[in-house]
């Protein structure tokens, strides 16, 4: 399975786009970009994932680009409660072998 | 909500001693994982199994046994706990052969003296 490299920290004032990349540059065809977030003393929770196109939720944006070599997680108007780890991932279908490496720890200021 | 119950929020062993750490999940799913998270080093996969009583080592099944005897119940086994298994250990299902996403368990904090 690919790995994936992201910034350790980010800040970002609340109300503002959050904006977290990844590099995934040695991501396979058949290769899905996940994102989870770990907010303190609980488990990972899936926010949004894709394969070549963006895609859109409730929770977030993720734009892939056109190599599928990177992405970004945009948290649109981000809020205190939105301060966590965030884990960008790739995983084939079954999800096995899935790597999940330190992530970012993102901190949103009022 | 779909659930996965992890049976202990802390747990604290005695070196040497066998620990059980249990996992069940309500969501029918046939996938289901065991990892560790320590410091630094993110998620790393100890083992998972596709289906009862079938198990695959993860990255680092050093240490670890696991056992799946019913679809919901996934149990990890720390046969002689050690200092070095001081850690959290997080429980994730998922339906196999789609890209479905993972749940986790809220997670067991270990600690081994």
């Known amino acids: 399975d690919a790995k994936t490299t992201q910034p350790p920290s980010m800040d970002c004032a609340e109300g503002r786009a959050a904006n977290l990349p990844c590099n995934h540059s040695?991501?396979?065809?058949?290769?899905?970009v996940y994102w989870y977030r770990q907010i303190h003393s609980q488990g990972p929770q899936y926010i949004i994932h894709g394969l070549k196109n963006n895609e859109t939720n409730e929770m977030a944006s993720l734009i892939i680009t056109e190599d599928r070599k990177s992405s970004t997680l945009i948290l649109p108007h981000a809020t205190l409660r939105d301060t966590a780890v965030y884990y960008c991932?790739?995983?084939?279908?079954?999800?096995?072998?899935?790597?999940f490496g330190a992530g970012t720890r993102l901190f949103v200021k009022a | 909500d779909v659930k996965v119950t992890q049976s202990s929020r802390y747990l604290v062993k005695r070196t040497g001693e066998k620990v059980f750490l249990e996992c069940v999940q309500d969501m029918d799913h046939e996938n289901m994982f065991w990892y560790r998270q320590d410091p630094g080093l993110g998620l790393r996969l100890i083992y998972f199994s596709y289906d009862v009583k079938m198990k695959e080592k993860g990255d680092i099944p050093e240490g670890y046994s696991v056992s799946r005897e019913k679809k919901e119940r996934f149990s990890l086994i720390l046969e002689s706990a050690s200092t070095n298994q001081t850690s959290m250990y997080l429980c994730a299902s998922s339906r196999i052969n789609t890209v479905e996403k993972l749940f986790f368990g809220s997670g067991t904090q270990l600690s081994v003296l």
């Open positions: 040695t991501i396979s065809g058949n290769e899905y």
């Open positions: 991932i790739v995983m084939n279908t079954g999800g096995f072998k899935t790597i």
